[in-house]
């Protein structure tokens, strides 16, 4: 070859290398940064667990009397709305993220399972009487601390609630503050309720319920001391569960009188505001025991003093929610049945031995216990209203009795080629779960109602379904609605509780033809602390290839510890860098799970074969910021 050719053949050979290389470039400069499944081929188990909750620390402290216990809901947004009639209602919308139940002193101290996603802003709300029925707070490195007591918003005196003024409609009994706090409360007829007036006058009248007949009446009471002695009438404030800011007030009229004489009977205000509960920033003024002292006003609306004579029936008013109104409202409630321009009784009333209580209705519903009051006198006997009486509440707790549930709901799904590489695509089984929990008063759990859907399986292996849950086998009676094969209900071979499901998701789902429902019902036989037995969906996993005995192979959530029918040789090997010694397990190099929990989900799925960041693109991002950002990715 002559020097010529071999310098050309030497420049194209150089020529072919270079522009190699620059293909190789460019490709590797357009390739899409897509989810690695091999996350590097570290030996190094990913740090991150993959759990779409949150771990709080939840302090909640109510100043109460001693033995009263308060049931409280916490939520992560307003729980409130207003409705077409201008009414502030609780929401049907959402439930609760969480609902306990104090101690005997007000507080509550525990560790609670959440939502991720949840907000910052934390709403404290309880239905019961003799304490604020809302508080809004904040959430702070995890922890939720709330020191709830009676707080009255600023006020300087003044008889005007803002340009209403009362004196032109309504007799007063002195002048109040800007947020309704009267100047003439009777600091000597102020009483603290007991614990068991609270609970007593809490079960007789519900939240929610409908009031038996018998406390519904038109409560008109009537002065008649036997012995004929001055008779001084007060009425103390005790409560209620009303976003209303009402005015409460009274009137006289003898005994015989008709209704057009009742009508014309001059009204007196004793308590402007009666809200408590702090709702969108309407002004608290009163709190559960303070008390005033009423006058005796006669037929011709002159006021005789705080002496009352015999043959006086004093009846009771509501205006709803005037107080912010300048006075005005779209509802007045009488006790007095025939004044009520929708023909229907207001008010209810019962007494406690000699504590007499009168409740409202103020809207349209049946639980009459919006307002509450409590009337006395001075001798006692002389208001001997014709009310039911209620039984004391005793003081104890029946630590059977369901005080509470909570529903947990959400979707399982699992890759069933552990402990090796999978397709990563989270659709080898995929389980629906909603499950209620039951409490008693202390908290701890006494049934479970469990309902698992299985929704596909994109798997060619036949996978089993169970969960395990945190107390002894011999402690719980496993009930399934419908038995369709032997091998479902408790494992009699381990010694925690665990229910095997059903065996074959493909044959449950039919070849992925139909869903599968199963209903399961566990009722332990001693409570559970809520701490100690975990929430649902406890500690669920799959069994590969339909093996309900020993050895076998068992996908659980990440650091969720296996059964004792699990092979462990299968740990650490192929690409699981578990440490059982350590108490980790199901972790891997990579930037996936074997299995994942997914709370809240409606719906989830993946195309067959693809990693499931090719469905939800915010997955890799989530995992990349170690699960805090993008933590509803599986929601959108």
């Known amino acids: 070859m002559t020097k010529k050719a ?110 991720a996603d949840h907000g910052s802003d934390v709403y404290i709300y309880t239905s019961y009487v003799g304490v604020p029925g809302l508080v809004q707070t904040t959430i702070t490195d995890n922890v939720i601390n709330a020191d709830i007591e009676w707080k009255l918003t600023d006020g300087i005196p003044q008889t005007r609630a803002d340009k209403w003024d009362p004196s032109t409609e309504y007799g007063l009994l002195g002048t109040w503050q800007t947020n309704g706090r009267p100047n003439y409360l009777d600091s000597e007829g102020e009483l603290v309720l007991s614990a068991s007036v609270l609970k007593t006058i809490r079960n007789t009248i519900q939240e929610g319920g409908i009031c038996p007949q018998t406390y519904r009446q038109s409560a008109d009471f ?137 409740s409202f209705e103020d809207y349209t519903d049946y639980d009459y216990n919006d307002v509450q009051f409590n009337v006395w006198s001075n001798p006692i006997e002389a208001i001997a209203p014709d009310v039911p009486s209620v039984t004391p509440d005793p003081g104890t707790d029946d630590d059977r009795s369901v005080a509470y549930r909570m529903t947990y709901k959400g979707i399982l799904a699992f890759e069933d080629n552990w402990p090796n590489k999978g397709d990563y695509d989270l659709n080898d089984v995929i389980v629906k779960y909603n499950s209620v929990l039951a409490f008693n008063t202390s908290n701890q759990v006494l049934s479970t109602e469990d309902t698992f859907t299985a929704l596909w399986s994109g798997a060619s292996f036949k996978n089993g379904f169970a969960y395990q849950m945190n107390t002894d086998r011999s402690n719980v009676v496993t009930e399934f609605e419908n038995i369709s094969d032997t091998s479902q ?37 001693t409570p559970v602390d809520h701490e100690t037995f975990g929430v649902a969906p406890y500690n669920p996993f799959i069994m590969v290839h339909e093996n309900l005995g020993n050895n076998r ?84």
């Open 6 to 115: 071999n310098f050309y053949a030497i420049h194209g050979a150089f020529y072919y290398l270079l522009c190699s290389v620059l293909v190789i470039l460019m490709v590797s400069g357009c390739t899409r940064d897509v989810y690695d499944p091999n996350g590097g081929g570290e030996d190094k188990p990913n740090s991150f667990d993959f759990s779409t909750t949150s771990t709080i620390q939840l302090n909640v402290k109510y100043d109460v009397p001693e033995g009263y216990k308060v049931l409280f809901n916490v939520y992560f947004e307003d729980p409130f709305t207003t409705d077409e009639g201008g009414q502030t209602v609780l929401r049907t919308d959402i439930t609760p993220a969480i609902t306990r139940m104090t101690d005997e002193n007000g507080e509550y101290h525990a560790k609670e399972i959440v939502a």
């Open 222 to 358: 009537k002065v008649d001391d036997l012995q004929g002695r001055d008779t001084e009438v007060s009425v103390r404030f005790i409560g209620g569960n009303s976003s209303a800011a009402s005015i409460f007030g009274y009137y006289c009229y003898k005994d015989g009188a008709s209704v057009k004489e009742i009508k014309a009977a001059k009204k007196y205000i004793v308590f402007p505001n009666t809200h408590t509960a702090g709702y969108y920033g309407k002004p608290i003024g009163l709190k559960g025991g303070e008390c005033v002292k009423l006058h005796y006003i006669d037929e011709n609306g002159v006021d005789k003093g705080t002496v009352f004579p015999n043959g006086v029936r004093i009846g009771w008013f509501l205006l709803n929610n005037a107080f912010v109104k300048e006075g005005k409202t779209d509802k007045i409630c009488y006790s007095t049945t025939a004044l009520n321009g929708d023909g229907r009784t207001h008010t209810a009333a019962f007494r406690i031995n000699d504590f007499v209580v009168l």
């Open 489 to 525: 209900g408790l494992d009699r071979e381990l010694a925690k509780a665990t229910v095997n499901v059903f065996t074959n998701a493909l044959v449950a789902t039919e070849n992925n033809t139909k869903t599968a429902s199963y209903k399961i019902k566990n009722t332990l036989t």
């Open 553 to 636: 192979c068992e996908v659980h959530l990440v650091n969720y510890k296996p059964t004792e029918k699990a092979d462990m040789s299968l740990f650490h090997t192929g690409k699981d860098l578990s440490s059982p010694n350590s108490g980790v397990y199901y972790v891997a190099a990579e930037n996936y799970p074997f299995a994942i929990q997914l709370v809240d989900a409606e719906d989830f799925s993946t195309t067959e074969t693809e990693s499931v960041d090719i469905t939800y693109s915010d997955f890799i991002k989530w995992v990349k910021s170690n699960g805090s950002e993008y933590k509803d990715w599986y929601k959108k």
